[in-house]
Each structure stands twice: as C-alpha cells, then as structure tokens.
C-alpha cells in the first residue's frame, strides 16, 4: 500500500515523500486495513523496527488534521529518555502545524499550558498525575497511544499505566486507543479488554537470526553453526566476547552487550577497549577524542566520566542508570552515527530507546534481585533484547546470541530463551500499593462516589479481566478502611467523600502510606529539627527508593543510626531483621542526600555510596517531590513549625547547596559552584551584590561578563558598557555590543 493513497492530509504525504516514506511495510498495511485510520481501537503487537511509530505518527496527523475538526493526541511511554527521543522525533510535524510537546517536571500540577498543544508526549507517571488534577484538555482527546504496552506486567511500571488506561476509558470512551509493543504472548487478551482489534506480525525489514554461542562456534535456531574466527593473540589473552564483537566490526556491524549488572557492563567494555582501537579509521580516533574530551564536560568531572570517556577514545562505551541522561544520550547518538562500535549494557537499553546494532550479545541471563539472589530474566525481557538485533538500511539480518560457558548450558539456552515464546502479560494492578493509592485518586476526581463506585471503576481493569472481581475484593475494602482511618475519605452513609487531605494527597501523586509516614513525623512538632531529621522522614515513604546497604557498610550505618537515633521523625521497630535492615538503607539514602547539601561533590559522593552521577540525580529528583510534598501537607494541616526548614530544605536540595548560600542561589544563572565562589570572595548577601562592582565580580572563577550582568541586573544595579567592555576584553567588540544591547537594530548600528 502507497503512502499517497493514505486518508491524510496532502501536506503530510508530500513530507514523507521528501523523507523517502513511500509505501507501508506489511504489518502496517494490515493495521490501516484492519481501521487503525478510522478510529477504531488497536493492539499492534508487530518486532522492533517493523513501522509501530509510523502508525501512531499517521493515526495522529489524521486526528489531528482531519476533516471533521482538530483533535488532540497523547502519547504515552514509559520511560523519561523515550519520552525525549519521541519529542525529538515529532518535532519535524511542526512543518504540518502541528504542535507536539514534552509534559515533563513536577507531578503536582496540571500544566494548563498543555492545552494549546496537538500531540502530547509524556510518561505514563507523568500523565496519571495529570489526569488527577483533571485539566480540561483530557475531555478533548480523540487518540491515546500507549507504547510498549506489554508493560503492564511490570510490578512497578504497570499498575499505573493500567490504571490510566481504565480510567481514560471512564472519562473519554469515545478516545481510541493504539496500543503498541513488540512481544505480547497474550495480546488478544489484551485486545479483547480495551475492545479493540488486533494485529500481530512477526514480520521484519531486516530478518532476525536468534542462536547461542559457546566456545567458539554459535549455533542458530534454524540449525546453521557458524565459527567465530578467534583473534591472533597469545593463549592467557583470549577472549571470547572480543573475538565476537571483531568478528562483527570487521564485517561491517555494530554490537550491543547486555549485561547482568553495571560491574559487568563496565568491565565488559575494559575489556574490549583494546581490540576495537585496532580497527578503527584515524579519522574515527580523532572523532572519539573530541566525544570523549566533550563527555568530561558533562556535568560534575568523576572517576565514573573519566572511565566512560576513557572506553569512548576506544571506540567502545558502557551504557546503565549511573550516567546522566546527557552522557547516556551522547553514547546513543554516537552508536548511531557509527562511531562507537559497541555499546555494553544493563538490560535497561531495551526498554524502548530506538538503537539497533548489527549484533546482540546478552551476555548475563542472571540477574540479581533483592531477597532472591540471581534468578533467570522472564523470556519477554529476553526477546525485548533480541529485538534490537538489525540495522534497518544497512544490514539484510540481525543476529541476537546468547552467551554460554557449557555445552549443557547451551543447550539450556537454546530450550528456555531461543525456541521458547514469552510469558503471558499478567496485570499487577491488585497489589496494596497500587490499590490504595488509585482508589484514592478515583474517589479524589469523582470517579467513584462509593464503594460500589469503587468496583464499578474497577471492574473496568485488566487486572478484573484476568482474575474477576472476587480475586481483589478484601484488597479493597483494605485499602477503603485504611483511606479512612488516616482521614483521607470519610463515608457519609454509602457514599465515600474525599477529604481536603485525600484531594492534596491524590494531587501530590505520593502513595497514601507515603503522607501517612510524612504526617505522623510532623506531628512530632519539634522546632530547630536539623535537615538530616526531614531528610531520613521523607525517606522512610515508601515512594523514596533505597540504596542498598552492603554488608561492610551496615555497621557503619547502624553506628551512625545509633548515634543519631534521637533526630528521627518516627520510631524505630522493635524487631525483624527485614524491617531493620529497611530502615539502615533508608538512613544511607538519607547520608547520601546530605552530602549532596552539604556540596560534597558528585566524584566524592559516587566512590563513598558506589553509585552514579546519574543515581545522584535521580534521587535527588526524589526527594524534591517528596519534600516538596511533605511542605505542602505541612500546610494544609497546620503545622507551621516544618513549614521554613522543608521549604529551605527543597531549595537545598533542588541545588545542592548548603543554608548558607540560599541568599545566592535564589539568583537566575547561579548554580552550586557560582554561589560557592561567591560566598568565598565575600559576597553573602543580596546587599553586598548590590555594592560590588563589575570588575570585582568579574575576577572570580566561573564568574563571566554575561553572569556578571544578570547578577547586575537582578539585584537592582546596572553595567555600564565601559565595564562591559572591561569585562570582555577577550571578545571581539562588535559581539560585546551586540551581547550588551542585544541583537536588535540599535545594537548593530552602535
């Protein structure tokens, strides 16, 4: 089927023409036939790289380009980078007038300026938050997209896209729902409870040839045994996974190594630093040494970037959740451009980021989890890595290998990943946790107006689809009972009304028990509480991840705790080594987090806690929330007390400051280190800016005529264009007048 036989509009066929789109491949034919084009709902359960996104894209232009009136989209995924990668993608539909946005930042909010946009971009988190301040917008959508929607069995993930779903369906039914994943055992199951149709396909534009190698031979499903030459090196210095990946460079190809943690994603790439450099071109050289010289930039300098830029100049990288964003984008953007030719990984590359290699490697199929040691990864999570196997335009077949030391654990590979077909997708929705807090947020929207309102919205889950209402009946006259003892919902009779408390809880988008342990600790009512008090509270939710606390560090941890046990918010428990041990890795995140505000530095504070800079962030983003939070049922419940120190506490922690410098930080332009070199020189307040003169300020390190300027300019003083021009000597005159009266008409002539 030809793209310009398409009902689009003419200008979107003419920009896909110009992009070389001019006719659909086979499972995307079949999703327009089967009415994806005329709103009816769809399940597009078709490989990685078979045209998912090209369906959704065409389904939004026709929503919101149609004839019969603008429409609105929301794109659902589940991850940040995914979010950002789509962002990136639709942006190129601005030719066609359409507005696509990224909704990202605080859960508190409804963000009204949405809108005003066509096509909305966000995660699944982000838009149930949303959905609970009810912006108007929602009434108006026409299509929801829901990507790799095999995750609602995913424990932590699923429950919230579910709920979404479900509630989407009771606000919007009219809404048409596309669904969108590679590897769904059960999608007609899934099909059948958001009645809408369904395509599978295991068709691909680059066939997938899936095996198993050990010892130097890989053995495909089809039967073909193919010999991986070994390197000519001397005996004490094979290695198999080098012979591999030069074995795929030397024919043209990539690879991607997924590995069982981020200890073996980095020694993997130590490894194969040396025999990669052998082949690369003087021209890529000298192109991964700008990269790896641009990767120390990135942010705080540690000895984490140092080894990741060190493995980049080789042509190799490591990829997992210790790195920032900005660095983990830099190594995907150079996989893509060719440059670093293979990419080791923990599994979380597979979740949805678009980067195919000629060649997958997964090299663990073990992988640790908390109070189960090292179990085998499900088949769905196996085939999710398989699937970034091949290079469309590049390469005619990928090839995804399981990694084997025996014979007998070849064979084991071959029966339980390669020949076998992924689980089921069961829905996770009937946990306590996810129960109590959605129900909360129904009741707190007006969804449900009593406990048989409770279950009428319920009953329109996947989770009532699979197991039937009887299976999470207990579970919700729990969770019911527990919403109103902490005095979330009171019933009147059989109705059940949210309280102002159930409303800012549910607005907030924090677990229930999450306010229940916030708001017993602020009924301690305590003055001059240090920070560390405020911080162990908000990590004791159960909405704040924990660092894990290893063996040797529990005593040290259990020292401090004792030591410190009298700054506590909430009681310690009188016994269970699980709950102990709970509580000594909530006291660790909450060390960590106070070196962060202490402004330790991230290199300082990666070797002390064996963790990443992007972990660093992550939990500090964490913990804005959920002190945030706590500032605001502060509030709401009187207890001014905490309102001043959680309030300074989140400006600290959004800026990883000490008290001292929240005079400083307040000002537009001054991070963490600006602020510092500040305070150092004398500057400490507000007024002692105001009396500074340009020239002084511009002496400082980190201090440069543009900051100099806004500093200026907040604090009520001026620059004249004199000292501009003192200031920066080192540019060139015209640049410096146009910087100081701007780029308009008067500026040039100047």
Wanted: charged fraction near 25%.
């Amino acid at each position: 089927m030809r793209v310009d036989e398409l009902p689009i509009d003419e200008r979107a066929k003419a920009l896909y023409a110009e992009e070389g789109i001019t006719e659909l491949y086979p499972p995307q034919e079949e999703a327009v036939k089967a009415g994806v084009l005329d709103g009816r709902s769809l399940i597009l359960a078709i490989p990685t790289a078979s045209g998912k996104t090209l369906v959704a894209e065409l389904c939004a232009i026709r929503h919101i380009m149609g004839a019969g009136g603008k429409g609105k989209v929301l794109y659902l995924v589940p991850l940040r980078a995914l979010a950002s990668e789509k962002r990136d993608e639709f942006s190129r539909l601005g030719r066609l007038g359409i507005k696509a946005v990224l909704s990202s930042g605080d859960y508190d909010s409804n963000d009204p300026s949405l809108g005003r946009y066509d096509l909305i971009i966000a995660t699944n988190e982000k838009a149930d938050s949303l959905f609970r301040h009810r912006p108007p917008w929602v009434e108006s959508l026409t299509l929801v997209v829901a990507d790799e929607v095999h995750l609602l069995g995913d424990g932590s993930r699923g429950p919230t896209l579910e709920a979404l779903l479900t509630r989407l369906r009771v606000i919007n039914p009219r809404a048409q729902v596309l669904a969108l994943s590679a590897t769904i055992s059960n999608a007609d199951e899934i099909a059948a409870w958001l009645k809408a149709g369904l395509v599978t396909s295991s068709w691909r534009p680059v066939s997938l040839k899936e095996g198993v190698f050990c010892k130097g031979s890989i053995m495909f499903k089809d039967g073909e045994v193919r010999q991986v030459p070994p390197r000519a090196v001397r005996g004490s210095e094979k290695d198999p996974v080098a012979d591999i990946a030069v074995d795929t460079i030397k024919g043209g190809g990539q690879m991607l190594v997924f590995a069982g943690s981020r200890v073996s994603a980095t020694s993997i790439t130590k490894r194969l630093e040396e025999p990669v450099r052998q082949l690369l071109k003087a021209v890529e050289e000298r192109r991964l040494m700008e990269l790896s010289s641009k990767l120390l930039g990135m942010g705080e300098r540690t000895r984490l970037s140092e080894r990741l830029a060190k493995s980049v100049s080789y042509g190799v990288a490591f990829h997992h959740a210790g790195l920032t964003y900005q660095q983990r984008k830099a190594v995907e953007d150079a996989f893509r451009a060719q440059l670093i030719k293979v990419i080791a990984s923990t599994p979380t590359l597979a979740a949805g980021v678009n980067l195919p290699s000629r060649r997958v490697l997964i090299y663990d199929y073990k992988r640790y989890e908390a109070g189960l040691g090292r179990t085998n990864i499900p088949i769905l999570e196996e085939k999710q890595m398989a699937g970034r196997a091949g290079r469309p335009r590049y390469d005619t077949v990928g090839e995804a290998i399981l990694f084997a030391r025996t014979e007998e654990e070849r064979e084991f590979l071959m029966e339980q990943y390669v020949l076998a077909s992924p689980e089921k997708v069961w829905s996770k929705l009937g946990t306590a946790s996810s129960l109590r807090s959605q129900i909360l947020a129904s009741i707190a929207i007006g969804l449900a107006h009593s406990l048989d309102g409770v279950f009428e919205f319920l009953d329109g889950s996947f989770c009532a689809y699979q197991y039937g209402m009887n299976s999470y009946r207990s579970s919700v006259l729990e969770a019911v009972s527990s919403l109103k003892s902490t005095g979330m919902v009171k019933g009147e009779g059989k109705a059940l009304v949210p309280t102002p408390l159930g409303i800012r809880v549910s607005e907030l988008y924090i677990d229930p028990a999450s306010a229940r342990a916030i708001l017993d600790g602020l009924r301690v009512r305590r003055s001059g509480m240090p920070a560390l008090s405020y911080l162990t509270l908000v990590c004791h939710t159960p909405d704040m991840p924990k660092l894990y606390v290893k063996g040797k560090e529990a005593e040290q941890v259990m020292a401090y705790l004792e030591g410190n046990s009298d700054l506590l918010l909430y009681d310690l428990p009188d016994g269970g080594t699980f709950d102990y041990e709970m509580v000594l890795a909530e006291v660790k995140t909450a060390l960590m987090l106070k070196d962060w505000i202490e402004e330790a530095t991230e290199d300082q504070i990666v070797e002390r806690f064996d963790i990443g800079s992007g972990d660093i962030h992550a939990y500090v983003e964490s913990a804005k929330w959920l002190v945030h939070a706590a500032h605001e049922l502060a509030k709401l419940m009187g207890y001014h007390e905490a309102l001043a120190p959680l309030r300074n506490l989140l400006i600290r922690i959004e800026s990883g400051v000490k008290e001292e410098l929240l005079p400083l930080i307040s000002l537009r332009g001054v991070g963490r280190a600006r602020a510092r070199a500040l305070y150092t020189a004398g500057y400490r307040t507000v007024e002692d800016l105001r009396r500074a003169t340009p020239s002084d300020l511009g002496k400082l390190p980190q201090i440069g005529p543009e900051t100099v300027k806004s500093i200026k300019e907040q604090v009520g003083g001026t620059v004249s264009k004199e000292e501009w021009a003192a200031l920066g000597k080192r540019k060139g005159s015209k640049q410096l007048l146009i910087e100081y009266y701007g780029d308009g008409e008067d500026g040039g002539q100047d």
